[in-house]
């Protein structure tokens, strides 16, 4: 599977973006897909997952209530709309796809099998 995001940019504080990622390929064979990020200096880290099959949402607890995952099966897409953004939520995000999700596993990266390239987001104060 391959995987583009998109909707990355600069924001002020307070404000929203809309990421999204486009997968390609062997789609077909996708469990799950989320997003990850990755604030410089820091590790990569989840922020939310959403299964193919069900659409069943699951997020970071930095991010619930402020981020909403969703996809379109048709599209193959899946979306990050996040609101209420703050300058802790300025990072590269990178969205994933799973072949074998499973629930116990979901902030794992080796979770996930594909990668897209990222998108940088920037929230200033």
């Known amino acids: 599977v391959q995987l583009q995001a998109s909707g990355g940019g600069l924001v002020q504080a307070g404000g929203s973006l809309r990421l999204s990622c486009k997968a390609s390929?062997?789609?077909?064979?996708?469990?799950?897909m989320a997003w990850f990020r990755q604030a410089p200096g820091k590790g990569r880290i989840f922020v939310a997952a959403?299964?193919?099959?069900?659409?069943?949402?699951f997020y970071a607890d930095s991010v619930e209530g402020r981020f909403t995952i969703s996809r379109n099966s048709a599209k193959n897409t899946v979306d990050l709309q996040m609101n209420g953004l703050t300058p802790e939520d300025t990072a590269v995000y990178y969205c994933?796809?799973?072949?074998?999700?499973?629930?116990?596993?979901?902030?794992?990266?080796?979770?996930?099998?594909?990668w897209g390239q990222g998108t940088q987001v920037t929230v200033s104060s």
């Open positions: 390929g062997r789609a077909d064979s996708t469990d799950a």
């Open positions: 959403i299964t193919w099959n069900g659409g069943r949402a």
């Open positions: 994933a796809a799973s072949r074998r999700f499973e629930i116990a596993a979901m902030t794992w990266r080796t979770t996930y099998d594909s």
